[in-house]
Nanobody
Framework: QVEFVESGGGSVQAGGSLTLSCPEPQYINCMAWFRQVPGQAREGIVFTHHPSGSASYADAVKGRFTVSRDNAKGIHYLRMDALQPGDTARYYC???????????????????WGPGTQVTVST
């Protein structure tokens, strides 16, 4: 059984890039990335559904973050470019099974959550 743990976090200067990864559990068709800053609400930033391939991004990351999936390895990636200090947060991978692509959003309950990985962006 694959451990559902994010990897790839770290510290980077503003303008830099990081790629997070997360293994996809079996029987899952909705993968999401959330982030949270201590004392603030958790924020959903990316939601992807397969096999439809649909993906939605929060406005705060649109155009800078990109998700991809290695079908052979069953690994989900979040490429983060042009990172800003405002992106500093703990990033979480979440997974669920949904019955339609539209359900793959912040509004559902995700049964699978990783422990999170810290991303710190300095000026």
């Amino acid at each position: 059984q694959v451990e559902f743990v994010e990897s790839g976090g770290g510290s980077v200067q503003a303008g830099g890039s990081l790629t997070l990864s997360c293994p996809e559990p079996q029987y899952i068709n909705c993968m999401a990335w959330f982030r949270q800053v201590p004392g603030q609400a958790r924020e959903g930033i990316v939601f992807t559904h397969h096999p439809s391939g649909s993906a939605s991004y929060a406005d705060a990351v649109k155009g800078r973050f990109t998700v991809s999936r290695d079908n052979a390895k069953g690994i989900h990636y979040l490429r983060m470019d042009a990172l800003q200090p405002g992106d500093t947060a703990r990033y979480y991978c979440a997974a669920a099974h949904v019955f339609s692509p539209d359900q793959c959003s912040e509004d559902i309950t995700y049964p699978y959550w990783g422990p999170g990985t810290q991303v710190t962006v300095s000026t």
